[in-house]
């Protein structure tokens, strides 16, 4: 078996401007690669790419995951095929109560009730007393992360996509997401891309590659915590000179 | 020979209706006799059923507006006819009277039906909660038939100290006229709230419900809850007026609109005491060829008057339908999540049961567009 998710060549569009070069990107099975890069660099792009999110138009290359060519599939068939995206800033939808988004998630029916697991599972995302509010509404920055890692996990992904996890949230909820993350990682075997500003998320998650995007494209590949050591020494104005810029992630 | 006729339609229980009918009633949230304090059914002109369940006797008094004006002299001097004039005839109604302090859990329900093609079902009802009484009323207005008119004339009178919730579900058809007109008297310390749910709205239906809080410390609450589709035309709108010191009002409208529906939402809010404060909040969505205009109005006659009013109006947000396909719904599965979820029943104040059941109205309704 090949590669859970294999990036080959993407450039992607959004109203006719290039947000996306000749991505090239694999996810092996089991694995976690994180994707770092300053502001504005097309991370987000990238997941937004991935998952077929609306207007984001693929004009060149192909993704492929689990083996299938899911390049033109529409957002909800990728998920469908077991791919969970969990948003830097999810909106809030007024009137949908978390419960029943969360029912949504574990692919339940409305008039079904979440399992003991999948409340104990709420619990210890400390969502509980949020069960009944609106998704997202009045929710503070850390709260939104945790019901969106949350929700993710109940979708029980294969690939888990993950925005930004560890940004605007305090240190107990990074460690608290961190570990259930890293948990359902080894409990399932399935693979994640982490998407981190700052690495916080990566003293808690076993990360296997890292790769940095900077204006569009990937400048390099190499061990997680090497690359983010040398982001925190030099910056990110030290990746524009760097000799490792442009290796494929052969090692 | 009109009254030989009504003795006629008279029934003894619902389960005697006509399958039909009664699954259209119960659509329109009527329930079983065992989970209501009591029951009105009128079928086209006439009451045909009016009891009030035995845990409630002394309680209250539900009958048809016309043997309430027979049996009761002054009903006609103190509440007939003091908030809605007019002297035209009409096709009885209902009385419903909430008796000085009782607390009625149950809901009362009354349900309007027209079975009759091209009916112009005119009706006149008179609700009294006397003083410190609390109690939930559900009325269902439907029909079985084709290009019927409904006129329905209701007055309230919310005495001191007393709590009325009064729950409307509307559904009609696409060639139905609907002209609805109702105004509510609010007294000292007492509150009335008025929720309107139109699921299947008719070709053309207007109406302007008003709560006069003349009381200190009166409150009124109007929550409209709207789902608008095909070429049906509403004109909706909720008055208070607030007269009392320290009087409160409130006014949520949720308006979704789609096909080539028009939909107008009014709100007006009048603040006549110094000390009285309102907030009226407005939303809709919109999809197709659809029309919302919202029209607040806040008329403040008094220099302490704190009238508010916020109003929002648009398509459903990309960014929603985008995050719930995320979570593996399709497009269609997800605009119908939130639609679901903006036409929120909990916003009405109702007890948790009355709810839940008001909730699998709107979920069914939905269900079966």
Not at chain 2, 107 to 130: H, Y
Not at chain 2, 221 to 245: C, I, P, Q, R
Not at chain 2, 270 to 282: M, T, Y
Request: with cysteine.
């Amino acid at each position: 078996m090949g590669p859970l998710l294999q990036i080959r060549n993407l450039s992607v569009e959004v109203a006719g401007e290039r947000l996306l070069e000749d991505i090239n990107f694999d996810v092996e099975r089991g694995q976690t690669n994180v994707i770092f890069g300053p502001n504005g660099s097309g991370k987000t792009s990238l997941i937004n790419a991935i998952m077929g999110i609306p207007g984001y138009e693929v004009v060149g290359g192909t993704i492929i995951f689990d083996g299938k060519d899911i390049t033109s599939l529409s957002l909800d068939e990728k998920v469908r095929l077991g791919i969970g995206v969990a948003f830097q800033n999810p909106p809030e939808i007024r009137g949908l109560k978390l419960r029943d988004m969360l029912k949504m998630c574990a692919r339940k029916g409305l008039k079904e009730d979440l399992s003991e697991e999948e409340l104990e599972l709420a619990k210890r995302f400390n969502l509980t007393s949020m069960l009944d509010r609106d998704v997202n509404f009045n929710f503070s920055g850390g709260e939104k992360k945790r019901s969106e890692i949350l929700q993710v996990l109940l979708m029980k992904p294969k690939l888990l996509i993950l925005d930004e996890p560890d940004s605007g949230v305090d240190f107990e909820s990074i460690v608290l997401i961190g570990s259930e993350i890293q948990s359902y990682l080894s409990r399932t075997g399935s693979s994640a891309i982490i998407v981190t500003h700052q690495g916080h998320i990566l003293e808690h998650v076993e990360a296997h590659r890292g790769a940095v995007l900077m204006r569009g494209t990937i400048y390099c590949y190499g061990k997680p915590l090497e690359v983010l050591d040398s982001i925190k020494r030099k910056g990110y104005g030290g990746c524009e000179v760097c000799k490792r810029r442009r290796t494929r992630m052969q090692e | 020979m009109q009254e030989e006729k009504d003795e006629d339609a008279r029934i003894t229980g619902l389960d005697e209706l006509p399958r039909e009918i009664l699954s259209a009633a119960r659509d329109v949230g009527a329930g079983e006799e065992a989970s209501r304090a009591g029951t009105f059914l009128q079928l086209d002109e006439s009451a045909v059923f009016a009891r009030v369940s035995e845990l409630f006797e002394g309680k209250l008094e539900i009958m048809g507006m016309r043997e309430a004006l027979e049996k009761y002299g002054w009903l006609g001097e103190k509440y007939f006819r003091r908030l809605i004039g007019g002297d035209g005839d009409f096709m009885d109604g209902y009385f419903l009277r909430i008796m000085p302090g009782a607390n009625v859990e149950l809901p009362l329900q009354a349900i309007m039906f027209i079975s009759k093609p091209g009916l112009k079902q005119r009706v006149r009802n008179l609700v009294i909660a006397e003083k410190g009484a609390n109690a939930r009323v559900i009325t269902g207005c439907t029909l079985s038939t084709n290009a019927a008119q409904h006129f329905g004339v209701t007055e309230f009178f919310v005495e001191e100290g007393a709590t009325l919730n009064f729950t409307m579900i509307h559904s009609w058809r696409e060639d139905t006229k609907v002209r609805p007109v109702s105004a509510a008297l609010v007294e000292d310390d007492a509150t009335f709230v008025s929720n309107y749910i139109c699921m299947r709205p008719a070709r053309d239906l207007k109406m302007y419900p008003r709560a006069i809080c003349r009381g200190r410390n009166s409150r009124a609450n109007f929550n409209n809850l709207l789902y608008v589709t095909g070429d049906s035309s509403l004109d909706v709108g909720s008055m208070v007026k607030l007269e009392g010191a320290n009087s409160k009002g409130e006014i949520i409208s949720r308006t979704v609109a789609m096909g080539r529906s028009k939909v107008i939402v009014r709100g007006r809010l009048v603040g006549d005491n110094p000390k009285s404060r309102a907030h009226l909040e407005c939303r809709g969505i919109l999809q197709g060829d659809a029309k919302i205009n919202a029209i607040p109005e806040l008329v403040a006659n008094s220099e302490g008057a704190e009238l508010s009013h916020e109003a929002a109006v648009g398509k459903i947000a990309e960014k929603e339908i985008v995050y719930l396909m995320s979570r593996g719904l399709s497009r269609d599965e997800a605009t119908s999540a939130i639609v679901r979820g903006f036409l929120d029943t909990s916003i009405m104040g109702l007890p948790k049961k009355l709810d839940e059941e008001i909730k699998g109205i709107v979920e069914t309704t939905l269900g079966k567009l």
